[in-house]
């Protein structure tokens, strides 16, 4: 038998062991070929506003890929090698040379990732096309994807894989020169002793968690860059102590509560589990943090895109705010609306006219309400303002004659301490002797139009006054329907208000630049974050398998004594269950934590985004976890 | 005298049409209650597969197995589980006791999985540790006790919970002449206090000396029987040693 017979017999034999790792590679290829091949495209790039910094973020992801694709292929491949110790050793002692051994792994490791990656490309050729309507989609674009193949995309992902490739196949080859004769023969020692569980440490996971919880609950009180970073290191170090004692003193405590020890395989279940807890603890506790991090990423993400439009309109209350500088002006609009009138009827419109008076704050020549009335202070009167409110439900404010009432977008509570009761003296011109002087009693961030001046509300009898010495400055709002898609409209607006050096503000500009960037990380975010998913969901896989090898022996011994396939099975369920849900359980409490925080300080609405993101992850988990308890029970039932 | 265990006829056939190999052909053959029998004879002569058969772990190509008055032949493969567990109990040569589990708890599995309550469950583990002399070691782990300990623990988790037929597959196969004395001891002592049935798979002539009977299969038949009355053990075995010469002797002459 030639060695290239030797080579695809084995790999046939052992296709089953192999499918997962090929599948997994296979779509590590795919997605890193897409990211690559979206980093050459054309189409995507030419329309989009932030094309530079698009490329960027996809050569920066795509490493991250590769990195990520590097550790889990050289652990999924020293789980086979190790798997096919007595194998490599039986050839051994028939007397095939070390160095033939040698070269059909090398040879099957190397055909595997060929394969992988050839099948990778092809479906990632397939997929990219899928992959950049959906990104089009995600970025609000609107542009019909045609099929294209970069081959600098094809050349880039051959050559990363080929060396990724040759890399687990020479450890591979090295397997048989690590091992002595001896130590491929025996199996895999029994007689590991039970951890000893610390009490002390135990309480330690649960004081460093828990402070963490605690400080993330309330960082509002204290936000402070060292309090956070305190919060993600207690988080950390806290999981894993919490592995390696806390999940041992409880195992120990269940193991000794004879009531449920002593029921049906329960004996089984947490015996193993102890047993392999040592060996277990760091890998669990590294997935869990793993499994937070992917969640708060993604689960950032998705918050963020889910808010662009709540945010956008909250900046911009109207479809366009525009300066109606004149009556020719404003006929100019009214015949760019009529234009667009098929797509975008007008749902309402409103007028605040305002005037604008020159001023100056009693307060140093830097600060921002200085910088912001350089143009002229816009005044609003007291009647309009209060009409407005009514409008909107909200309860009329009454002003004296000497005083005023700012909106100011960023307003917030805590500016409103350093400026209360300053006064403005409204001058006629900016150098000629004050005429009013007005003390600031109230603030509001309230939005009245999408443009971002500071608006003085002041009593009428004084607006009637500062006729004579300011000018009518009108705002225009208007909303129209279908605005997000209202890029040609837009447009006009934009040319014709730029042309006449005209105050304006869309909804659409803002929205369609977060909804692009937003989009990008989201796609992009939830590709990693998918990588991420499916790797740390094959090593919990493969460590499960590698388990149920060495508990071959302990279910033949229940099956002869008199257990029914399904009690077995249920026992399998329940530990495996334990491995897989305990990581994500932690991840998904860290996370919701920390994506508490993210809210709070964004203000954003996190629980749509959150859940969608949680039950996602969940459901791809639940997949391994079948999976793992089918291939679990099928190795333990195997006939010896 | 009521038959726990009735073997009628058993044949097993392996391998397809042209290259069969018959292990066991028509072996027929009862044990009764309270009866300490054993199976012997030369290696490759169908011990084990006889004793996988009549312990249910195998099925025969034809023929029927009634314990307990019971064929076992028509269960389904879940009956056999609920059977073995309460009906069986297993001695084997590598004693098959569970790493994860201390010896208590590896006592206690079969009782578990009955859902006995848990105070029956230690006081039945406690008594039979007593039994057995390993009441110290209950708490520790397998790896960490000798092998007569590891056999007797084996043997306390198969009578724990009194089954009507003990099943022992070499049990002795791996100890030292004293433990196997004391382990045999125990067995004896069950056998002829609790009146436990128990069928013993040895080629050890020791081990054969503490039956009543002693069924010698060759070639998958039974081949004669021997029958220890009121004679002592020694005498028992001096008959065993030359029947085990005169099976040699017949298949010198064969060649």
Redesign the interface.
Known sequence: MTLFNLVTRNMKRNAKNYLLYFISLIFCIAIYYTFVSLQYNSQVLKQSQLSGSMSYAFSFSSWLIILFVAVFAVYSNSFFTRKRKQEVGLYSLLGVRRKQIGMMLFFENMFLSLGALLIGIAGGTLFSKLALTYLAYLMNLTITVSFEVPLQAVINTVLIFICLSLFTSVQSYLLIYRFKLIDLFKADQ??EK?PKGSLIMALISVILIGSAYYLSVNFMKFPDPIIALYIIGATVLGTYIFFHFFMVNYLKRARNN??S????????TK??L??RIKGHATSLATIAVLCTLTLCAIGTMATIYYNVGIKTKEMNPYSFSYEKKSDEFAGKVEQIFEKHSDEHKIVESNELPFLSVAGRFDLPEEHYLQFNGKDGYKLLSESKYNSNREKQGLQPIELNSDEMHMIFPYANESQWGSIKNQSILLTKGTKEAPVTKLRLVGIASERMSNLFFPILVVDDNVFEESKKIGTPYTIENVTINNQDNSLALSNEMKELTELENVAMNDYYSSYQLLKESSGLMIFIGGFIGLVFILATGSILYFKQLTEAHHDK??YA???????????RKSAISKQVLFIFALPLGVGIIHSLFALNTMSMLFDMSITIPVLVTIVIFILIYTGYYFLTVRFYTKIVNEKQ | MQAVLKVDQVSKLYGNKGNQFTALEEVSFQVNRGEFVGIMGPSGAGKSTLLNIISTIDMPTSGNIFIDGTNVIAMKEDQLALFRRSKLGFIFQDYNLIDSLTIRENIALPLSLNRVKTKEIDKRVEEIAKRLGITEILEKYPHQVSGGQKQRCAASRAIVTNPSLIFGDEPTGALDSKSSQHLLESLQDLNQQEHATILLVTHDVFAGSYCDRILFITDGMIYKELIKGNRSRKEFAQEILELLGRVGDDINDAI
């Open positions: 029994a007689g039970a004879k009531k020890i002593y029921k049906g395989l329960n004996m089984i015996g193993q102890l047993y022996k302990l011994i229940i099956s002869k004594i008199g257990t029914t396939k399904r009690e």
